[in-house]
Structures are given as C-alpha cells and as structure tokens.
C-alpha cells in the first residue's frame, strides 16, 4: 500500500505544479503590473484543456498502457519547462501564457492516465480514502510549491532557474515512473484487454455516443454531476478574489505569496490529510453534512472582513486566520468529493473506468473555472462587499444540497457502502 502511496503521491505532486504557477504566480504578476481583476479572471481559460480532456480519455483507455501514456506527458513538461527557462516574462508574456497553456494540456493527459492508474490500483474503504488523499495532498503540495515556494524567491533566484530546477523534477519523476514496480501488472491487463478488443469487443471505440450512454448510465452518476459543478462555487470565488482584495488593501505580494501560497496551502494540505483518516472511521455522508456547514460559516467571517479598508497588524491577522479555515476546510472538502466520485466510478465497467472518472473531473474543473472566470468581473463590476454576499449564497446552496443527498439521494449510507465486486 506505501509504495501506492508514495506513485500517486508524486505523480499528483507533479500534476499540480501548473495550476500552482498559473493560480497563485501569475494573479499577482498580473495585478502588480496594473491588469484589472477581469483581464486577470480571463487568463482562467489557460485552464481549457483540462475541460478537454473528457474527449480523449478513451484514447488513454484504449490505446497503449498508463506507464507510457505518464512517462510521455512527465518527459513532455519537461522539455516544455526546458524550453521556458530561456524566456523573460516581462519581454514574452504571450510566450509565458503559451507555456503554462503547453503545460496544462499535458498535464490533462498525464492526470488521465494516473486517475485511470488509481482506480485499478486502489481497493477497499481504507485504500480508496488514503488513495484519494494522497491524491488531493500531492496536487496540493505540487501547488504550494510552484505558487508559494517559487513565488516567494523568484526575485532571487529568477524566471531561467526556476524553470530549470522545474525541468529536474519533471525528468526525475519521468525516470521513476518508468521503472515503477506497482505498474507492472497493467502491462498484463492491457495486454489481455487488446485481445478482447480485437476479439470484437472494441465497438464502442468506433460509436463513442455508447460510451456517452454507459457513463451516465453507472447508479449515482447524475446527482454526482450536479455535484461537482456545483460544490465549489461560492469558495472559489472567495478563494480567488480574496487575496487580490489582501493585495489592494493590505498586504504587499511577498507577504501574500506566504501566507496565501505557503501557510493557506498547508492548512488545506492538513484538512485534505485528516479527509483521508475521518473517512477511515465516518461515513462520507455524516461527514459532508457538518463540514458544508462549517464552510458557509467561515465564508460568512470572511466577508465581514471586507468592511475594513484600513491596514492594521489585527486585521493581517484575521485574514491569515480566515484564509487558514477556508482553505482547511476548502482542503477536507476536496477529499470527500473525490472520494465520492471514485466510489461512482469504481460502479462502472472496468473498460469505461478511466473515461468516466475523467469525465466527473472534467466537469468538476469546468464549474471551478468556469466560476473563477467570471469572479473578477462580479467583483469589477458589483464591489467586494456585493460579490461575496453572491458568493456566500451559493455556498450555502450548495450545503442545503449536500444535506438532502445524505437523507434521500445518491449520500445515502447503504448506497456508499456498496463496493465493486
């Protein structure tokens, strides 16, 4: 189970060095240099091939083994990051927007290929709920330090270095990839699998509108769907515009990208940490239920934060404290919900596996995006104080949502108990 671990792990650590550039580096680029938080929201759409991916996960399904679809995407960002160290972001910001674009859509395929991993690898209560935390925790961390850590001495060491230590981890990871143990009976099941295939059970590969019908046909997909789009709207908008209003009005970049990019992010490493062990010894649904709740009420701190203009060392203090909870429990959240959409997965046919559970993170990157796009112009064009009362509302939306689901939907605790045989 450790050496699963510690493969998950570090392919999602990997995995989220992108969104951790693009999500916490480039926003405070951006506004340092004077762009307005719409032009800022609008560089979401860096973001888009992860909303692609659901078109060619089937191709990651079918075509050739997960170990060469991730040594190929690892070894891609590696020379895409090679390729960057030669650029000044001052001088070349479309070629830096090119860059994180190239990255994004590998990393897309890469995450394909080692959801797909996942769920063969993953089995049981216990190794679903430590697998799915080291899934959020490794993404997580991979964020942390390319959003906070790098941030924080871009100044000192530069744009080239950076990306050259970068360029190392990627091909590091690329050659422990390739020899990785856990892996080893995938060549096995992908061997028997291109025999069944050629056996005359590959027709679906040529009428994908079957496919299509076989995800939302798997019990639990629908409520699932709404699920993920769903559940993090209002946080995402206060996780997103929050630290830029810090910027405004209170702290300077430096201060933000510590304690928004390195202690934020390791409280919501902590509560995706702890997601793994209370799903060890709660059910998934009495746990959503009182954790939604404590989210909305943390929002409800957070925005009347917002009615304070003027700089003071209490109010540094209360935002870092309100950032820490809202990312924790931001954190915890993310550990249920993927739990829960592999538990939906983990109901499908082992062929469509890998496409359905691309298919649900798709989505749950398309409300996320879609969300964070669009933020910045609320709150351009209605005020802070406006925009997180919007926000507010769709979080507590959705804990009313959750809340029904534990009681008479797809949260009941007999339908989440049941495991694939």
Not at 60 to 86: E, F, I, N
Request: charged share 10%; aromatic share 12%; net charge positive.
């Amino acid at each position: 189970m450790n050496d699963k671990l510690v493969f998950l792990g570090l392919l999602y650590f990997v995995q989220g060095i992108p969104y951790g550039l693009q999500s916490s580096l480039l926003p405070v680029y951006l506004r340092g240099a004077g762009h307005s938080l719409t032009r800022i929201g609008f560089t979401k759409i860096l973001y888009f091939p992860w909303v692609l991916k659901v078109l060619w996960a089937p191709l990651v399904d079918r075509v050739g083994t997960k170990r060469r679809w991730l040594v190929g995407t690892v070894s891609g960002l590696a020379l895409t990051c090679l390729s960057s160290a030669a650029l000044a972001p001052e001088a070349h910001i479309w070629g830096v927007a090119g860059t994180l674009l190239a990255m994004n859509s590998l990393a897309s395929v890469q995450d394909i290929a080692v959801d797909g991993a996942a769920v063969g690898l993953l089995k049981g209560r216990g190794e679903l709920g430590l697998g799915n935390t080291a899934q959020v925790v490794g993404y997580k961390a991979g964020s942390v330090f390319a959003g906070g850590g790098l941030l924080a001495v871009i100044d000192v060491a530069g744009w080239s270095w950076m990306f050259m230590l970068l360029t190392f981890v990627y091909a590091g990871v690329a050659l422990f990839v390739w020899g990785a143990p856990v892996l080893d009976d995938e060549t096995v099941r992908g061997q028997q699998a291109d025999g069944s295939r050629r056996g005359g059970q590959g027709a679906d590969a040529v009428k994908p509108w079957r496919v299509w019908r076989k995800l939302l046909a798997v019990p639990g997909t629908p409520w699932t769907v709404l699920y993920v789009l769903t559940y993090k709207l209002g946080e995402q908008g206060a996780v997103t515009m929050f630290p830029l209003f810090l910027l405004d009005h209170h702290m300077t970049a430096r201060e933000l990208g510590f304690w928004n990019g390195v202690i934020a992010m390791g409280f919501s490493i902590c509560g995706s940490s702890l997601g793994g062990l209370l799903l060890a010894q709660f059910s998934i649904g009495a746990l959503m239920r009182r954790v939604f709740v404590l989210r909305t009420i943390s929002m409800v701190f957070q925005s009347s934060l917002l009615t304070v203009l003027e700089p003071s060392p209490l109010m540094k203090g209360m935002a870092v404290l309100s950032m820490s909870v809202q990312h924790f429990l931001g954190g915890l959240i993310t550990t249920l919900t993927f739990t829960t959409m592999m538990h939906c997965t983990q109901r499908a046919e082992e062929s469509i596996q890998a496409t359905h559970y691309s298919f649900l993170a798709t989505l749950e990157v398309l409300g996320k995006l879609t969300f964070s796009a669009l933020a910045g112009g609320v709150v351009d064009w209605f005020g802070f104080q406006v925009a997180f009362l919007f926000f507010l509302t769709l979080s507590a939306g959705t804990a009313l949502h959750v809340w029904t689901a534990t009681f008479t939907g797809a949260l009941r605790e007999h339908q989440l108990k049941e495991q694939p045989k």
